[in-house]
């Protein structure tokens, strides 16, 4: 609600989820498993998080935003980070801004009033006004290789925290996050508050293995499109994912 009604409770942090995979016609292959869950996770995160402005409520959600790479998969850092950046600044300077100071929180019309009673965002939720500093999380939904189809893998921070596994796609973010800073943050830049606090969540969906290790079989396993079944594996991996990002956006801790 806005600031002179009743406070309605918001999450702490705000996600930028981002889908590595390749472009068509490559869309529906097993290197490809990210975009396909984050298809499947696009209608959920509205039901989770419905918090939007009470003062543009049409502008979309507040707390979260889903952004698809449209770059192949070994190019996937420049542009990711390019519209991290973008998203970063905006959120910072227009959105967290006005969510903290002056409680621009509202349910979407057809919730109505009763829904928020009992709502996860409710009980889980903090007074936005509370917030004294901005949260922002990367989530970087990318396919797993070598893990069982459909299962969840869960790393923080980088290659730093944990391997990143000869993962192109990964390699390809973590360095151009590095490029321009924001992930190690330079020196200065968290005591300046500048995008300081930035953290890292990598949500890998199992796509199984080849039955054998040469490096073109490999690329031939990850190149081959999905059928039936693997589809619906990877797109059944969006609940646990949701239940994920939920706790993400409500962690309070800056801890990697």
């Known amino acids: 609600m806005a600031a002179d009604g009743p406070v309605l409770k918001t999450p702490c942090r705000f996600l930028f989820i981002a889908s590595l995979g390749n472009m068509r016609p490559y869309r529906q292959t097993r290197h490809?498993?990210?975009?396909i869950l984050l298809d499947a996770l696009?209608?959920?995160?509205?039901?989770?998080?419905?918090?939007?402005?009470?003062?543009?409520?049409?502008?979309?959600?507040i707390f979260y935003k889903t952004w698809y790479s449209p770059s192949y998969m070994n190019e996937s850092g420049p542009k990711l980070v390019r519209q991290l950046n973008n998203w970063l600044s905006t959120t910072q300077s227009e959105v967290s801004g006005r969510v903290v100071h002056q409680g621009d929180v509202a349910l979407p019309g057809h919730f109505g009033d009763a829904s928020a009673a009992n709502a996860e965002w409710q009980l889980r939720g903090v007074d936005p006004r509370s917030l004294k500093s901005f949260r922002p999380t990367l989530v970087i939904l990318h396919d797993e290789l070598e893990a069982p189809l459909g299962k969840v893998r869960v790393k923080r921070g980088g290659a730093e925290k944990a391997s990143l596994r000869g993962h192109r796609g990964l390699i390809s973010v973590m360095e151009s996050l590095r490029g321009k800073g924001l992930y190690p943050p330079r020196a200065g830049r968290a005591a300046q508050g500048t995008n300081g606090g930035l953290s890292i969540l990598r949500v890998g969906v199992g796509i199984g293995r080849p039955s054998t290790r040469n490096r073109n079989d490999v690329a031939d396993y990850v190149l081959t499109e999905m059928n039936a079944s693997e589809l619906a594996a990877v797109r059944a991996a969006a609940v646990p994912v949701l239940d994920i990002l939920a706790d993400e956006l409500y962690r309070e801790s800056n801890d990697d």
């Open 32 to 35: 490809s498993a990210g975009h």
């Open 42 to 61: 696009v209608p959920l995160l509205p039901t989770r998080v419905p918090l939007v402005s009470s003062r543009q409520p049409s502008a979309g959600p």
